[in-house]
Structures are given as structure tokens and as C-alpha cells.
């Protein structure tokens, strides 16, 4: 059983979606139950509190936490930290791998479109670290640029 701690964003909806179309079973946990198709659980659970993130994640060997506050700093400064310490706690007990999809809040507002500077082919990634559009002149690589073999991947 996988859960899907803070399901029914748009994030959580997508996974709900990949896990169906492969005929894996999940749990979808989230403050307000939402039945899905394809979901063999539904769990009503606060993540803030311990107890209910320990039992959202029983019995689990993989848990994706996908959860999304609102864009304000105080939420993330006082809720954020704890969601995150229950949920490692929760996943230890369980002895499960925890998959963490986390947004880009961290880089404050932006003024127009947000998108991944040089990228080439469409895929969801992660940058570890920030890049801007026009950071580099040809950004095409990213960090690949560090290991000279793995730069212009484009052309091979």
C-alpha cells in the first residue's frame, strides 16, 4: 500500500493517475476524505499531528509526500517543519522510503511565467541548485557542464 500524504492537488492527482494506470494499490490521506477511482484507501489524517501521520503511513514500504501549504511564510515556518518531522518519523517506524516532491516557494514570487532555464526535453525535475532564465549563455546541460562528457547531450 502506497500513500499519497496530501492528496487531491494537483501533484497528488497526477500520481493518483500513474498508480491507477499501473494497477498499484495506494492510500490516498489527506484532511477531508475524497473518494478516487482506483484508490483502495481513503484516510482522513492531520499531518501536524503525530499520531494520525504514523498511522497514514503503517504498513507502507514507499510514501510520496506531495502535501501544499499556502504561499505564506508564517504557515511554512510554523506547519511545514512539523508535517515534515512527523512524516520522517511515521516513515523510520515503517522502515518505508519516502518520495518528497516539494515546490519552489523557497524562491519567492516571480513576475511572469516560471520555467526551467535551458531545458529541452518537457520532464518534471527538481533543481538543486536555483537556475534563472538567461543565468548562463547557453544553459543547455545544466550541472552536466561540471563533468565535461556529459555536456551537449543534445547532440549524441
Known amino acids: 500500500m502506497t500513500p499519497i500524504l496530501g492528496s487531491g492537488g494537483?501533484?497528488?492527482?497526477?500520481?493518483v493517475?500513474?498508480?491507477s494506470a499501473k494497477n498499484q494499490p495506494f492510500r490516498l490521506v489527506s484532511r477531508s476524505l475524497?473518494?478516487?477511482?482506483?484508490?483502495?484507501e481513503v484516510l482522513a489524517a492531520d499531518l501536524t499531528d503525530k499520531e494520525q501521520t504514523i498511522r497514514a503511513v503503517a504498513g507502507s514500504s514507499v510514501v510520496h509526500l506531495v502535501i501544499g501549504f499556502t504561499y505564506d511564510h508564517k504557515v511554512w515556518q510554523g506547519t511545514w517543519p512539523r508535517v515534515m518531522s512527523n512524516t520522517i518519523e511515521a516513515c523510520k517506524r515503517a522502515s518505508a522510503k519516502l518520495i518528497f516532491f516539494d515546490d519552489?516557494?523557497?524562491y519567492g514570487k516571480v513576475s511572469g511565467t516560471m520555467t526551467a532555464a535551458g531545458q529541452t526535453v518537457?520532464?518534471?525535475?527538481?533543481?538543486?541548485i536555483p537556475r534563472r532564465k538567461e543565468?548562463?549563455?547557453?544553459?543547455?546541460?545544466?550541472i552536466r557542464w561540471i563533468i565535461d562528457d556529459k555536456?551537449?547531450?543534445w547532440n549524441r
Not at 494537483?10 to 500520481?15: A, K
Open 10 to 15: 494537483s501533484i497528488g492527482n497526477e500520481l
Open 34 to 40: 475524497r473518494p478516487s477511482i482506483g484508490a483502495a
Open 122 to 128: 518537457e520532464h518534471a525535475h527538481v533543481h538543486v
Open 135 to 142: 543565468d548562463v549563455t547557453d544553459p543547455r546541460g545544466g
Open 104 to 106: 519552489v516557494y523557497m
Open 17 to 19: 493517475k500513474l498508480l
Open 151 to 153: 555536456a551537449r547531450y
